[in-house]
């Protein structure tokens, strides 16, 4: 599989920041309805929170696409491989639509 970044280029420091942070978030939500389910708390109180932690997995792939055409599909296009990073980018979306 041919790389999606220049090999200079990443996620800009305070995306992947930010997104470390969202998914330590995650994290210690998925492990709450652990907790809850081991608690036997209601079912409609874990539901609540399974669809919490689904937003906020989207909030993630949200924020890592933004991140990664800001960064990585900028600069490819600024190198004159512009049609590569957009084949990339479209592969990527469709593997992650086809699994949500």
Request: glycine share 8%; proline share 2%; aromatic share 4%.
């Amino acid at each position: 599989m041919m790389p999606t970044c220049a090999p200079t280029v990443y996620l800009d420091e305070a995306v992947e920041r930010a997104l470390t942070n969202r998914l330590n978030r995650l994290e210690g939500q998925v492990r709450g309805i652990s907790r809850m389910l081991s608690e036997h708390q209601s079912c409609d109180d874990i539901l609540v929170q399974v669809a919490a932690v689904k937003s906020a997995v989207n909030g993630v792939a949200r924020a890592l696409i933004e991140g990664h055409m800001e960064t990585c599909v900028l600069e490819r296009v600024r190198s004159g491989e512009g049609e590569a990073a957009f084949e990339s980018l479209k592969g990527a979306l469709g593997q992650y639509l086809r699994h949500t």
